[in-house]
């Protein structure tokens, strides 16, 4: 009965729905409360359907966090989703496990799409979330769909023949893969560094993307995971990836390769401001040759709208432009961070400022090489960096979105055009 | 000249071969065609570890600029050549850059540097020390990749036009052979392992099996080395592939990954014999492509039903392991190339004597052996199936055995599988950077030579020569003066970077016979400050010696001290 009851209010819209979790499903994260509940309880329903980019997660959240109370338990209708971007299930994946970690009840109807339930299973959902969550998955998902468990896969399979890409998709390799951090950032950095110097998918990556395919893992995995694992308070870094599947301000778009990697750990702004407010400097080093951004801002008014990569911050500096500077060439964090270890040469000498490169490497190379692009979301913030009309020149989409759910963590997205289709 | 070879994600400096200093030699002088070209020896290579590269990749800068700075005209050869491409971190190249700008800062040096892989793209951050146009950098800066390609920056500098091809040659003759790589990676595991019935219902057991996931790029190179001239002969006739290996097996990734490169098709053989080629592949010449070829039988079969194919011709077939016997009956007419020829067993249940003996099933996945030793059963195998003799050499304050097997043998012949279960011990311990102790004897360092290879040369070994040892057990006293500061030995050197940067080593050995080798590595380890997480001999003659602080964990016990 209840549950005939739950599926009659899970119909509708995102912000009014109510819905009686099923008894003998916890639908919270909490692992010191009993496994089942004894008396039924509410949870408000967020439905997202259609094709799901982040930024479309983004504004359905936002419209459900204003239409209720802080702490309600959500339930993440996922019925009539049609499509969901790599990177959005990366979203959707932080944040389940932010509500896990603070406690807040979260269920999950599984879509009817029997095609994007596949790709659930190849894009490891449930692997990812036991990881994360340290919760089965089980646990959060609606008895009704508990068919998924067990389910045969008939998409993302390799079958008798697959190309290289549907091979590598069957075993998960584009997968969410959560890596605990406490095992050591640099264990991390190198294991996932690996994963991609397989040679079959840097086969992948020369024959279809139009930069090097053996700089992916070299510079793009590489720096990508640096950055995630030295934030402050990390415990995981969360990596997803596709090739083909991706989105555009067009729609879905079969055209490139994405990856993306979101980190749980203090925001990049933060972090700067941080080290800003104890007086430091953020600048590490000088003399780089210069880059030039040409920022269009969103939701805040820059003093100028072209910066140049010799520019400091200092406190007075907007949030916003701390983001920015965070991608120059010798703006870092480390000269001020205490529990970074600095290796001191057996002469003496540690040389703590030299640093502060990597993401500058990570946008030269995407930007550069690979005709792409290099977005990062923090807190309020977001920014995308693309080419721009000359050699050392940029476009910067800064944004800064008030209402918007505050984003735990770092998501830092590469997107890297391919060379062709086959 | 200077010769400054670095090496990358390794713990420790380790001896540069001479052939590798001639190869520096020879580049130097086509830079500077006349005149002398002394070389200074660079006493080992210089070295970041993982750690360093991502926390301090700054530190390169000072390892190069150490080295006192020449006088007068010279050649600075810089060598990445020791590294996998991966592991230049853009960071680490800018400050490469920077020393670059700084050596020929004086108009006097010339610097060379030898890049692993296909040299950078025009936005790497190595280029950007001297991308200033009103700033040239003041002497010839050149960057070579091992493609032989050059680049050259500064004031000018002629390079012959005959330079690349035979840079590349040379440069391929540095390091392991692909062959070598092979051998190395290639696991022939020992065990007990079920095969599964075969299709006439009978179950079958293999006392063997193979693990190739970690040379599929060797495979793959091997195979298009055949494959490539064939192709070529043709002109332009379609080819195919046809992979009769398990779906998922290392052999199918082979495939897959040389049809997706030479965009060719390719299919598994069917299930179910067929009397014409399948349309996917109709019409074309065909490279048949096997795992493992015990018998012949499965592969003699499929080939002599596809030669009677009239849509298609079976022009090459291809193993990656076969018996060291020619397999007979096979069609004429065709070639059958093997990649790694070894003797293999196969036994039908009732007969296979592991299950007589009633012992349990090897699981096939690599999932580490708890244990980490190995299993009598395969520990005699291979003792037994060497040459038992004399003792060669050994301590000399112990007598030698009349009668041991032949160690040498035992590396040649199952030297990947011992190598496999010391990495199941090393990675456990250290990680994927790993720094081992052991005597320099001939057969511990074929082991070591295999070792190396499967971690991808990041596992340096100490190689204490057999005189040190035997100098180190005639003292009762002190032995502060073989590892003091003027101590130049390669060996000696290593043990002070060791003590400068607190790393910690594992000592391995053949076997241990009376102790005596492990008693001096420990007390030379031990005078020269350098911690030992643990003692691992292959063979361990005497379970009891006394080694102080230090464990010893061997791979297999049999208590027959000398």
């Known amino acids: 009965m209840v549950g005939q009851r739950a599926r009659n209010l899970a119909k509708g819209s995102a912000d009014s729905d109510r819905v009686l979790v099923p008894l003998g499903l916890s639908g919270t994260l909490n692992m010191t409360t009993t496994a089942t509940t004894a008396v039924p309880y509410e949870a408000s329903v967020c439905t997202l359907s259609g094709t799901l980019t982040v930024n479309r997660i983004e504004q359905i959240l936002m419209a459900w966090r204003s239409a209720t109370d802080d702490g309600e338990s959500l339930l993440l209708d996922l019925r009539t989703t049609q499509f969901i971007e790599p990177v959005a299930l990366l979203y959707l994946f932080a944040t389940i496990v932010d509500r896990a970690t603070t406690d807040k009840g979260t269920l999950l109807r599984l879509p009817e799409r029997k095609r994007l339930r596949d790709f659930l299973r190849a894009w490891n959902f449930q692997g990812a979330v036991q990881a994360g969550t340290h919760f089965p998955l089980r646990q959060l998902v609606h008895p009704d769909d508990h068919h998924y468990f067990g389910e045969t896969a008939s998409y993302y399979t390799a079958g008798r023949d697959p190309d290289l890409i549907r091979y590598l998709a069957s075993r998960r390799f584009f997968g969410l893969m959560t890596h605990d951090l406490s095992a050591g950032g640099g264990r991390i950095l190198e294991r996932e560094w690996s994963r991609w110097r397989s040679p079959l998918i840097l086969q992948v990556l020369e024959r279809h993307l139009r930069g090097p395919g053996r700089d992916v893992a070299r510079v793009v995995i590489y720096e990508l995971l640096a950055n995630a694992i030295q934030h402050p308070g990390a415990r995981s870094a969360t990596v997803v990836s596709s090739v083909y599947g991706a989105v555009t301000e067009k729609g879905w778009q079969d055209t490139s390769f994405t990856v993306s990697v979101w980190d749980d750990g203090n925001g990049i702004v933060d972090t700067l401001r941080t080290a800003l407010k104890a007086g430091g400097s953020v600048r590490a080093t000088t003399g780089a040759p210069v880059d030039r951004f040409d920022v269009k801002p969103v939701g805040w008014n820059p003093t100028c709208l072209s910066y140049s990569s010799d520019w400091t911050p200092d406190r007075e500096s907007s949030d916003a432009e701390l983001l920015l500077a965070s991608v120059f060439p010798g703006i870092s964090q480390k000269p001020w961070r205490r529990d970074i270890p600095i290796l001191t040469r057996p002469d003496g000498e540690s040389r703590s400022e030299d640093v502060g490169h990597g993401l500058h490497a990570l946008y030269r190379s995407v930007v550069d090489d690979f005709g792409g692009s290099v977005a990062f979301r923090t807190g309020r913030h977001f920014l995308n960096l693309k080419g721009g009309e000359s050699p050392r020149s940029y476009r910067a989409k800064l944004a800064r979105y008030v209402d918007w759910p505050l984003f735990r963590g770092n998501m830092v997205t590469v997107r890297v055009p391919i060379a062709h289709q086959d | ?562």
Not at chain 2, 205 to 212: G, I, K, V
Not at chain 2, 258 to 265: E, K, S, T, V, Y
Not at chain 2, 475 to 487: G, I, Q, T, Y
Request: aromatic share 8%.
């Open chain 2, 1 to 562: 000249m200077h010769s400054l070879p670095v090496s990358l994600g390794r713990k420790l400096t380790q001896q540069v071969p001479q052939e590798r200093l001639d190869f520096h030699k020879w580049v130097a002088r086509q830079l500077k065609r006349s005149g002398r070209l002394e070389l200074r020896d660079p006493r080992g290579t210089k070295y970041l570890n993982f750690a360093d590269i991502q926390n301090d990749a700054a530190r390169i800068r000072d390892l190069l600029l150490r080295e006192a700075l020449p006088t007068g005209r010279t050649v600075v050869v810089i060598d990445l050549l020791l590294n996998s491409y991966d592991l230049l971190r853009e960071p680490l190249l800018l400050y490469l850059g920077e020393t670059a700008v700084e050596l020929v800062g004086d108009h006097a040096t010339s610097v060379v540097i030898l890049l692993p892989g296909r040299a950078p793209g025009a936005t790497s951050l190595l280029w950007d020390a001297w991308s200033d146009p009103d700033e040239p950098p003041e002497g010839p800066i050149v960057v070579i990749d091992q493609e032989g390609s050059v680049q050259t920056f500064g004031p000018g500098i002629r390079i012959a036009e005959s330079f690349s091809r035979d840079y590349r040659r040379k440069a391929s003759r540095l390091g392991f052979s692909v062959a070598e790589q092979l051998e190395g990676k290639l696991l022939r595991r020992l065990g007990h392992f079920d095969l599964g019935p075969r299709a006439d219902g009978t179950a079958e057991c293999s006392r063997y099996f193979f693990h190739a996931d970690g040379c599929v790029t060797e495979l793959a190179a091997l195979l298009e080395a055949q494959l490539e001239p064939l192709m070529r002969e043709d002109r332009g006739e379609p080819w195919g592939l046809v992979s009769c290996a398990p779906e998922e097996s290392w052999m199918h990734e082979v495939c897959m990954l040389i049809a997706d490169r030479h965009n060719l098709p390719y299919l598994t053989w069917p299930d179910v014999a067929v009397r014409k080629a399948p349309s996917k592949v109709a019409g074309r010449r065909l490279a048949f492509l096997f795992d493992v070829v015990r018998t012949g039988e499965t592969a003699r079969s499929i080939l002599s039903t596809a030669m009677k194919w009239s849509n298609a011709t079976v022009v090459l077939a291809f193993a990656a392991v076969g018996p060291r016997q020619t397999l007979k009956g096979l069609p004429p007419n065709m070639r059958f190339r093997i990649a790694e020829r070894v003797s293999l067993h196969r036994a039908s249940r009732p007969a296979c004597d592991q299950c007589q003996l009633d012992l349990d099933f090897t699981p096939r996945d690599l999932a580490f052996d708890p244990h980490f030793q190995l299993r009598a059963y395969d520990m005699w195998e291979m003792l037994l199936d060497v040459d038992w003799t004399k003792e060669q050499y050994g301590p000399a304050d112990a007598a030698l055995l009349s009668e041991t097997p032949d160690f040498d043998q035992v590396f040649d012949k199952y030297g990947s599988f011992v190598a496999f279960k010391y990495e199941e011990l090393l990675r456990h311990l250290q990680g994927n950077e790993v720094v081992v102790v052991c005597p320099d004897e001939p057969a511990v360092q074929t082991l070591v030579s295999r070792l190396k290879v499967r971690f991808e040369e990041r596992l340096v070994s100490v190689d204490i020569p057999r005189a040190v040892l035997n100098e180190v057990s005639k003292r009762k006293d002190s032995l502060n003066d073989l590892v003091a500061l003027d101590v130049n030995e390669p060996w000696a050197r290593q043990l002070r970077h060791l003590r400068e940067h607190d790393e910690r080593v594992v000592i391995i050995d053949e076997f241990n016979g009376s102790g005596s080798t492990a008693k001096s590595v420990v007390r030379l380890l031990e005078a020269a400050h350098v911690t030992v997480e643990v003692y691992v001999p292959v063979l361990d003659r005497k379970p009891d010696i006394d080694l102080g602080r230090v464990k010893t964990h061997p791979l297999y016990e049999i208590p027959s001290p000398r």
